[in-house]
């Protein structure tokens, strides 16, 4: 697997998984339940292929020297490698992507997927964002 745009091969890899079982939940479930059931099967799909998953991943925010709390929840972190936000929205909106371009320099990782369930194909749900 190539690497996109400066991603290497291994974190796309992960985000392959983190997608495939998002399609897979999405199958399952279709829109208009709850972001936390969404975010508890795709841990679960993630979780059944040994895929590590650590959820709501609290991030400091350090400002002028000083640690800030509280600081930012994240919903998972995939591998160590792959920051994943659920949504379960009408539409996302310019805010949710700047959200994690924010998430992905405090966290100090490449790639995030945005991630909103609440749409008739999962395609359409799906935003990757790369800092």
């Known amino acids: 697997m190539e690497a996109i745009r400066g991603v290497d091969p291994e974190t796309e890899a992960v985000a392959k998984h983190v997608l495939d079982a998002a399609f897979r939940v999405h199958s399952e479930l279709g829109p208009g339940l709850l972001e936390s059931v969404y975010e508890t099967c795709l841990t ?41 936000e659920t ?20 966290a100090n990782l490449r790639l995030s997927l945005l991630l909103n369930f609440n749409v008739v194909s999962m395609k359409d749900g799906i935003k990757r964002l790369v800092y």
């Open 44 to 84: 679960w799909e993630l979780e059944s292929q040994g895929i590590e998953v650590l959820r709501q991943v609290a991030i400091l925010i350090r400002y002028r020297g000083r640690e800030l709390t509280p600081g930012l929840r994240l919903d998972m972190v995939v591998s160590g490698q792959v920051i994943v």
């Open 87 to 106: 949504k379960a929205a009408n539409a996302l909106v310019p805010i949710h992507q700047a959200q994690l371009i924010s998430y992905l320099k405090l």
